[in-house]
């Protein structure tokens, strides 16, 4: 079992940036990737980043050049950098950890870009 916890979010005009941290509790050994995902209103869950436990990070293309992942060498955080936001950034952000058997996430953290 894993228990995932976001923070970082918050209300950021268009242009600037924030960074969201999800800390991670439980079987962190079971994680072979960590990552964000994003809902915004109307519209299906997104890929936003992801980090596999090997170093291998996949970016969705609207945030290439603006968004970067890491973690703390996995031992059980993972960090979304985000700069130049933009009003479309806005939604909910959930962080994401898939194990062999199963996907894990938290409870969402709210971005909200203005114009």
């Known amino acids: 079992q894993l228990q995932l916890v976001e923070s970082g979010g918050g209300l950021v005009q268009a242009g600037g940036s924030l960074r969201l941290s999800c800390v991670a509790s439980g079987s962190i050994f079971s994680m072979r990737a960590m990552g964000w995902y994003r809902q915004a209103p109307g519209k299906q869950r997104e890929l936003v980043a992801t980090i596999t436990r090997g170093g291998i990070i996949n970016y969705a293309n609207s945030v290439k050049g603006r968004f970067t992942v890491s973690t703390d060498n996995f031992k059980n955080t993972v960090y979304l950098q985000m700069n130049s936001l933009k009003p479309e950034d806005t939604a909910v952000y959930y962080c994401?950890?898939?194990?062999?058997?199963?996907?894990?996430w938290g409870q969402g953290t709210q971005v909200t870009v203005s114009s």
């Open positions: 994401n950890a898939e194990t062999q058997f199963t996907d894990y």
